[in-house]
């Protein structure tokens, strides 16, 4: 049986707000500290793949998301109870 996982890689391209991203980081903490290893692709794929399909469901979603206010996500900025997760690729110098 093939596993859905495993299937061929398809790359996408993802543009959204700063938070969201941010959250994305968090989420993936958060699966680390489940003993999960992930990666920010995976997790997305596993919400995609678990989101309902009704229309109503989906329509209802992109409401909640259209009226969250801008600060929606910034309680979850300083989870130091989620382990640090090194994300893959060439770390960025800072500039002094």
Same mark, same amino acid.
């Given at each position: 049986?093939?596993?859905?996982?495993?299937?061929?890689?398809?790359?996408?391209?993802?543009?959204?707000? =700063?938070? *969201?991203?941010?959250? $994305?980081?968090?989420?993936? #903490?958060?699966? &680390?500290? +489940?003993?999960?290893?992930?990666?920010?692709?995976?997790?997305?794929?596993?919400?995609v793949a678990a989101a309902e399909t009704d229309p =109503?469901? *989906?329509?209802?979603? $992109?409401?909640?998301?259209? #009226?969250?206010? &801008?600060? +929606?996500?910034?309680?979850?900025?300083?989870?130091?109870?989620?382990?640090?997760?090194?994300?893959?690729?060439?770390?960025?110098?800072?500039?002094?």
């Amino acid at each position: 049986m093939e596993l859905l996982w495993h299937q061929q890689r398809r790359t996408t391209s993802v543009l959204w707000p =700063e938070d *969201v991203d941010r959250r $994305l980081n968090i989420l993936v #903490r958060a699966a &680390a500290a +489940a003993g999960e290893r992930t990666s920010r692709a995976e997790l997305l794929a596993a919400l995609v793949a678990a989101a309902e399909t009704d229309p =109503e469901e *989906v329509a209802s979603l $992109l409401h909640r998301y259209r #009226r969250m206010p &801008a600060d +929606a996500l910034t309680e979850d900025e300083d989870r130091d109870d989620l382990p640090v997760v090194r994300t893959p690729g060439p770390r960025r110098v800072a500039s002094s």
